[in-house]
């Protein structure tokens, strides 16, 4: 079976950051913003350091000598005031570039620590980068902003698997159904399958439903499924014209908006509207996939594991394809 699977950690991080920084500070030159902090939270990740001048007595230096591991230290940074006067810890990238500016006092210190420690002391404006050699400012908002990406990636994912969404292990899945919410007894579309599968109670509180829109998101109990819950949206019957667009992103978003007011951690999305609705599949593949990419983005507070669940090996390298395509480009504009 094909599986395919990005972190949100390792891959969304960058479009949070870039996300942020554009609510965070339009003045400041965007790209090398994104560039500096980039780098400050890669370094980070890895537990990369940064050399930083200090007043050391001759016994502290002793007792940082002989630290252990894991051991952190409360330091009597030195600053550098602007002219506005402002004070500015300065981190240097390298001991090269700090003893051009004549700094001797340096400790290589954990990256993560000395800027918590900095956005702790009320009287300091920020970190000031190499400031002897190329010098950028890193004030208190940035520097919580970072602090603020990095706190909200971890978990939640996106995948990407072949396989039959009626036996997904997943919390909710989403049916592509009609607009009565009906299946016919020898219906074989997705639909007919997950009715089968979950039983008359389904179809009976489906009943209750009344319809649905096309677009439209509703939820129901899974019955016999592995699902606890299926959502239903009915997509467009395709018809070349611009609204079959929007219909199917509403579908995916209303979808994905109804399982975070449920407080669903892990659903599975089929692909909507491409059997017998006619919608062609690589224009709906290109229309799902920005789609639910945006709106991960979109709620990056909240860890919903989300899965593109295709039926054959065509489709799967389709959608493999576009993701792939999606994410060099990605790396290639930060680089």
Known sequence: MNNWELTKDEEFKNRKLEKAIQEYNLDE???????????????????????????????????????????????????????????????????GAAKSGGKTDLIAYDIADIIKQIVDIEDINGAIIDPWTTPFEVDRGAINMLLSVIDNTEGGALNLIQGDIVTMDVQAIVNP?????????????????????????????????????????????????????????????????PSDEEELAECYENALDLARTHGITSIALPCISTGAFGYPAEDAADIAIPTVLEWISDNDDYDLNVTFCVHDEDTYDMYKGFLDQIFDSSDTDEQ
């Open 29 to 95: 030159n965007e790209d090398t913003l994104a560039g500096v902090l980039t780098e400050l939270m890669d370094r980070m990740s890895v537990g990369g350091q940064v050399d930083v001048p200090v007043a050391l007595s001759d016994e502290f230096k002793r007792e940082f000598d002989n630290q252990t591991d894991g051991m952190t230290f409360n330091l009597d940074l030195r600053t550098i005031e602007d002219d506005e006067g402002n004070d500015w810890v300065p981190l240097f990238t390298n001991a």
């Open 177 to 241: 159904s009609n607009n009565m919410l009906t299946a016919a007894p020898d219906d074989d579309s997705i639909n007919g399958l997950i009715h089968r599968a979950a039983g008359p109670g389904l179809d009976a509180e489906c009943r209750t439903l009344h319809g649905i829109a096309t677009g439209e998101a509703k939820i129901t109990d899974g019955y016999d499924l592995q699902a606890e819950y299926v959502i239903h949206t009915a997509g467009p019957i395709y018809s070349g014209k």
